[in-house]
């Protein structure tokens, strides 16, 4: 079992960064590709961005391409989600995940979930 805990998020403005972290115990996350999805009041949980397991291929959803760069650090057992120029409809509950591929995550295939932190983004 692999239990992921996010932190991070919080109140910043528009224009403003955030950096999302997720820290895996358990096992380690060294096979898990892993990705971060977000879900909006009344909306679907939508994926934003997924990173294989030895760091060589990151994907990204359109809206967060050249905003959001997501990395990992398998010695620490942590994956991370640097996000730039926030927007208010960035707002939403963050959650980290684990799967088996990024092809697998980006379809919502998910081995691990965490409890979420929340963005909220103010115009």
């Not at 997720?22 to 999805?37: D, E």
């Not at 640097?82 to 509950?93: F, S």
């Amino acid at each position: 079992q692999v239990q992921l805990v996010e932190s991070g998020g919080g109140l910043v403005q528009a224009g403003g960064s955030l950096r999302l972290s997720c820290a895996a115990s358990g096992r380690t996350i060294s096979t898990y590709a892993m990705g971060w999805f977000r879900q909006a009041p009344g909306k679907e949980r939508e994926f934003v961005a997924a990173i294989s397991a030895n760091s060589g291929y990151t994907l990204y959803a359109d809206s967060e391409k050249g905003r959001f760069a997501i990395s990992r650090d398998n010695a620490k057992n942590t994956v991370y989600l640097q996000m730039n120029i926030l927007k208010p409809e960035d707002t939403a509950v963050y959650y980290c995940a684990a799967g088996r591929t990024t092809s697998t995550l980006i379809v919502g295939t998910v081995d691990y979930w965490g409890q979420g932190t929340q963005v909220t983004v103010s115009s």
